[in-house]
C-alpha cells in the first residue's frame, strides 16, 4: 500500500522559516517524481515546488522562489520542503504528493499529474 505521511506543522512569525517533511511507504522514493502543494483558504490547489526522477529538472512557483526548497533523503524514503522567509500569504495546507510517471505531455507540478498524495499539514504564518 502507498502511504504518505506529513509531519512539520506550525505556527510562525513573518520573516521565520519551517521544514516540513513526507514520510513515505509502500515504493521506493527514488524511483518517483516528488512534489510540493498547497491550498490556502478560498483558493485552489496550487503547484509549490516539484522535482522530477530522471533529469534533475525542478520547478518553483514565482511566489516561493529564492524562498523554499525541495529535497529528498532517498534512503529515508522522505521528501522534504524548507520554507524560509516566510510571509503571510504562505498560510495554507501544504501536502506532498509523488508520481511514477507523468502523462503524455504533463507538467512537471500540474495537481493532476499527481497519483498519491499526504494528508496535508497546516502551515500559519502571522503577521
Known amino acids: 500500500q502507498v502511504q504518505l505521511v506529513e509531519s512539520g506543522r506550525g505556527l510562525v512569525q513573518s520573516g521565520g522559516s519551517l521544514r516540513v517533511s513526507c514520510i513515505v511507504s509502500?515504493?521506493?522514493?527514488?524511483?518517483?517524481?516528488i512534489g510540493w502543494f498547497r491550498q490556502a483558504p478560498g483558493k485552489e490547489l496550487e503547484g509549490v515546488s516539484c522535482?522530477?526522477?530522471?533529469?534533475?529538472?525542478?520547478f518553483y512557483a514565482d511566489s516561493v522562489k529564492g524562498r523554499f526548497a525541495i529535497s529528498r533523503d532517498n534512503g529515508k524514503n522522505t521528501m522534504f520542503l524548507q520554507m524560509n522567509s516566510l510571509k503571510p500569504e504562505d498560510t495554507a495546507v501544504y501536502y506532498c504528493?509523488?508520481?511514477?510517471?507523468?502523462?503524455?505531455?504533463?507538467?512537471?507540478?500540474?495537481?493532476?499529474?499527481?497519483?498519491?498524495w499526504g494528508q496535508g499539514t497546516q502551515v500559519t504564518v502571522s503577521s
Open positions: 509502500g515504493f521506493t522514493l527514488k524511483d518517483y517524481h
Open positions: 504528493a509523488v508520481i511514477f510517471e507523468y502523462g503524455l505531455g504533463g507538467e512537471i507540478c500540474d495537481p493532476d499529474e499527481y497519483d498519491y
Open positions: 522535482s522530477s526522477r530522471d533529469d534533475g529538472r525542478t
